[in-house]
């Protein structure tokens, strides 16, 4: 994919979870890997006003927060980098504050396995992170022990993160996640619920390999 093609995708993407209700104003960030860079959203620009040439291109061998555009990527660049650096299979991260997984990161509650969606993420939990500043690099490593072996987890007192071998997969992701936390908060206001097996998550995780929303690397 061109620089300009993925511009484009990146801030539909962004326009589409603000409509959607997963992110709100400024909050929350996209990034995609492109060549030896990565390209991620600029600090403080609603969705509304986000224009391709805002997005910021920053090198992933370099960790001094060196970019290049018109305007300073997220405050949230470093765990792009890191994961991106960590996950070669990840091409795109979705970072937002959705409603469900922000409550359940502010009650620090990983998400079990309440539904068999959860196959999508790798393995039987989604895991919490623990608590640093927004932006620091506490934060990015932290966030990078949550994600091991998971596609996606809660950063604690702050929102969810998801990674995907491309923007229609990550995004496809953040919303999965979001209705699973949707539904762990309800069955807790209920009592509880019973939580799928290990093995009962593992025979529908080898059904997993093509379900979803799927699209070529971006």
């Known amino acids: 994919m061109s620089d300009q093609a993925l511009r484009d995708e990146i801030v539909n993407?962004?326009?589409?979870?603000?409509?959607?209700?997963?992110n709100r104003g400024s909050s929350g960030n996209i990034s995609a890997r492109l060549g030896d860079a990565l390209l991620v959203t600029p600090s403080g620009v609603p969705a509304s006003r986000l224009e391709p040439q805002m997005l910021a291109r920053m090198p992933l061998d370099r960790d001094d927060g060196v970019y290049e555009g018109p305007m300073k990527p997220s405050s949230e660049w470093r765990f792009h980098l890191d994961l991106m650096r960590a996950r070669p299979e990840f091409h795109a991260l979705v970072?937002?504050?959705?409603?469900f997984s922000t409550i359940l990161s502010i009650a620090r509650k990983p998400i079990p396995a309440v539904?068999?969606?959860?196959a999508a993420f790798g393995g039987p939990e989604i895991r919490c992170s623990g608590y640093a500043t927004y932006g620091t690099a506490a934060l990015s490593a932290e966030?990078?022990?949550?994600?091991e072996g998971r596609a996606g987890c809660?950063?604690?007192?702050?929102?969810?993160?998801?990674?995907?071998?491309?923007l229609t997969r990550a995004t496809w992701l953040a919303h999965e996640l979001e209705a699973l936390a949707h539904q762990y908060y309800h069955v807790l206001h209920i009592g509880g619920?019973?939580?799928?097996?290990?093995a009962e998550l593992a025979d529908t995780a080898r059904g997993f390999a093509s379900y979803g929303v799927q699209a070529a690397k971006t």
């Open 13 to 22: 993407a962004a326009r589409a979870l603000d409509a959607s209700g997963l």
């Open 95 to 99: 970072h937002t504050h959705a409603p």
């Open 115 to 118: 539904h068999y969606m959860m």
């Open 143 to 147: 966030v990078v022990a949550a994600m």
């Open 154 to 166: 809660l950063m604690a007192n702050h929102g969810m993160i998801v990674g995907g071998p491309n």
């Open 193 to 198: 619920g019973h939580i799928l097996t290990e």
